[in-house]
């Protein structure tokens, strides 16, 4: 199904994706990166001589073919006891039963048979540290790449993968690439727990409805609108950056007045309050169980919050010089 057309259809188009200018510098960026075979990629990962490096086609037809192709050259790569780039290679990976194919920017094999995962972001290395936020973010990418990779090693003779990728951004604000290593052992004991719990495509299809079609060219909007409603949802403020229907699930979660609508943190502190009306009513003492911690917690916080208003009052009625 593609979602983008889909959320489209629904009045509720996404707008996903780097502007223009961001996209360019980190074309630009990437480019000069893996210039001349990856010379200066490989010369962050300490290679004596980058030109003897190895750099083999990836070409092939679609994704399957291409992941193939990457799985083949992995295997050759581990056995050539040479550097080997491998840019812009396929993998596949198993998501709730159904493949997933993931592009990495780089992998780098070894002469020892380790391979490394590279990732190449346009966000600024000053002094040697990045924004936590994206360096937490491009870790948690990465770790699906090393992932993927781990199930190609599997069933290669002397393979391994590093749980450190190789994080390369420009050095302060100049064009010049610089790289570090980050350890994403913990993130991939997150993403390993998160797909043992996915539940499997086929499961999710056998509980719709048989009649079910997502199909834009037969349907109406409204056909379409009841098509999704009949998905379950978990919407939290996360989805605005990954998910093409983002903001139809963020409409229908503000009209049923869901607490997901104001984050996964606030949903997780308000326990078993699960609607903004359920957590003003609560905070005002009209309902809940006193003994509940977040019923508690709400209570005290509406106190706090009367007290201090009620402090400030005075003060807000005093009207300062040029104000209406």
């Known amino acids: 199904m593609d979602k983008a057309a889909l959320a489209r259809a629904l009045g509720s188009p996404a707008v996903l994706g780097q502007s223009q200018f961001a996209f360019m510098r980190g074309n630009a960026f990437e480019a000069r990166v893996k210039a001349e075979g990856g010379a200066a990629l490989l010369e962050l990962l300490g290679v004596a001589d980058p030109q003897a490096a190895l750099v083999p086609d990836l070409a092939a037809a679609g994704p399957e073919g291409r992941a193939a192709r990457t799985a083949l050259a992995l295997r050759e790569a581990t056995g050539a006891g040479a550097w080997t780039l491998l840019d812009h290679p396929m993998l596949a990976l198993e998501v709730a039963g159904s493949p997933a194919y993931l592009e990495p920017d780089a992998v780098v094999?070894?002469?020892?048979?380790?391979?490394?995962?590279?990732?190449?972001?346009?966000?600024?290395?000053?002094?040697?540290?990045?924004?936590?936020?994206?360096?937490?973010?491009?870790?948690?990418?990465?770790?699906?790449?090393?992932?993927?990779?781990?199930?190609?090693?599997?069933?290669?003779?002397?393979?391994?993968?590093?749980?450190?990728?190789?994080?390369?951004?420009?050095?302060?604000?100049?064009?010049?690439?610089?790289?570090?290593?980050?350890?994403?052992?913990?993130?991939l004991s997150v993403t390993r727990r998160q797909l043992a719990r996915l539940t499997r495509v086929e499961e999710i299809a056998s509980a719709l409805p048989a009649e079910l079609s997502f199909d834009m060219e037969s349907r109406s909007p409204g056909d379409l609108a009841s098509a999704v409603e009949s998905v379950p949802s978990a919407y939290a403020p996360e989805c605005l950056s990954a998910c093409e229907l983002a903001f139809h699930c963020r409409e229908r979660a503000r009209s049923a007045g869901a607490v997901e609508a104001l984050g996964r943190a606030v949903r997780g502190e308000l326990g078993g309050l699960s609607a903004v009306a359920e957590v003003l009513s609560a905070a005002r003492g009209e309902s809940g169980d006193p003994d509940d911690p977040a019923v508690a917690a709400l209570r005290r916080a509406a106190r706090l919050r009367a007290e201090a208003l009620g402090a400030k009052a005075p003060d807000a009625a005093v009207r300062r010089p040029g104000c209406r």
């Open 109 to 187: 094999v070894h002469p020892d048979g380790r391979w490394t995962v590279v990732e190449i972001k346009s966000f600024p290395m000053v002094d040697g540290s990045a924004d936590p936020s994206k360096v937490g973010a491009a870790a948690r990418q990465a770790a699906v790449y090393v992932l993927a990779l781990e199930h190609v090693a599997a069933v290669t003779k002397d393979a391994s993968v590093d749980h450190s990728v190789l994080l390369v951004c420009p050095k302060d604000f100049s064009n010049l690439p610089t790289a570090s290593a980050v350890d994403v052992r913990k993130q």
